[in-house]
T-cell receptor
Framework: TQLLEQSPQFLSIQEGENLTVYCNSSSVFSSLQWYRQEPGEGPVLLVTVVTGGEVKKLKRLTFQFGDARKDSSLHITAAQTGDTGLYLC?????????????WGLGTSLAVNP | DAGVIQSPRHEVTEMGQEVTLRCKPI?????LFWYRQTMMRGLELLIY????????DSGMPEDRFSAKMPNASFSTLKIQPSEPRDSAVYFCASSFLAAGEQYFGPGTRLTVT
C-alpha cells in the first residue's frame, strides 16, 4: 500500500519567517502534486512536479521533488498571513489499472501577524 | 468554465434520513472523485469514476453509501440511512486523467444529528 506522510502535522509561525514542510513515502510516484486548502473551501492545486530532482518556484514558494521520486518538500520564504491553510501533497501513480492520487494528511500552517 | 459545482453547500439532517449530494464536474473532464474530509482522518477517497464507470469504490464505508454517474455531467452520492458519524465535508473533484491534477468543488458540509 502506498502511503504519503506529511510533516509537521501542525506549524504556527510569525509573519516573515521561513518554513519547510515535507512529504515522504517509501514508494515511487510518477508525479507529485501540492495543494493548498483554505477554510471552507476545497483544495486548490499549487504545482505538479514530475521529474526526479525537479525544482519549481511559485513566487515565494519553492517545491522540490526528490531524486528518487519518493519525497517532496515545500519551502516558503518570508511567510505571509495569506499563506495560512492546509497544505496537502498527493502522489500520482500511472502504473497499473487503478490510477488515482494517493493523498497525505496535510500540514496545517498558521501564519500569525 | 464555472468549475466543479456541488449542491447543497450545507445539509443538516436527522439520523436515519436519506441524504443526496450532487456534483457537476468540469466539462471535458473524464474522471470524477468523491472525497470525505474530517479532522481525524483527513481527505479520504470514497469512489472514483472514469468515463462514467465506477473504477474504485474501496473507500466507500459501507452499504449505506452509494454513488452514481448517469452521464458525463452529473454524479450523486447517496447515504441511506444517515448516521451521526457520517458528519463531514464531502468534496467532489474532477480531472482529465485519473492520476492528473484534480479540481475540487466547494464541498458539502453534512451534519447528521
Amino acid at each position: 500500500t502506498q502511503l504519503l506522510e506529511q510533516s509537521p502535522q501542525f506549524l504556527s509561525i510569525q509573519e516573515g519567517e521561513n518554513l519547510t514542510v515535507y512529504c515522504n513515502s517509501s514508494s515511487v510516484f510518477s508525479s507529485l502534486q501540492w495543494y493548498r486548502q483554505e477554510p471552507g473551501e476545497g483544495p486548490v492545486l499549487l504545482v505538479t512536479v514530475v521529474t526526479g530532482g525537479e525544482v519549481k518556484k511559485l513566487k515565494r514558494l519553492t517545491f522540490q521533488f526528490g531524486d528518487a521520486r519518493k519525497d517532496s518538500s515545500l519551502h516558503i520564504t518570508a511567510a505571509q498571513t495569506g499563506d495560512t491553510g492546509l497544505y496537502l501533497c498527493a502522489g500520482g501513480d500511472n502504473a497499473g489499472n487503478n490510477r488515482k492520487l494517493i493523498w497525505g494528511l496535510g500540514t496545517s500552517l498558521a501564519v500569525n501577524p | 468554465d464555472a468549475g466543479v459545482i456541488q449542491s447543497p453547500r450545507h445539509e443538516v439532517t436527522e439520523m436515519g434520513q436519506e441524504v443526496t449530494l450532487r456534483c457537476k464536474p468540469i466539462s471535458g473532464h473524464n474522471s470524477l472523485f468523491w472525497y470525505r474530509q474530517t479532522m481525524m482522518r483527513g481527505l479520504e477517497l470514497l469512489i472514483y469514476f472514469n468515463n462514467n464507470v465506477p473504477i474504485d469504490d474501496s473507500g466507500m464505508p459501507e452499504d449505506r453509501f452509494s454513488a452514481k454517474m448517469p452521464n458525463a455531467s452529473f454524479s450523486t452520492l447517496k447515504i441511506q440511512p444517515s448516521e451521526p458519524r457520517d458528519s463531514a465535508v464531502y468534496f467532489c473533484a474532477s480531472s482529465f486523467l485519473a492520476a492528473g491534477e484534480q479540481y475540487f468543488g466547494p464541498g458539502t458540509r453534512l451534519t447528521v444529528t
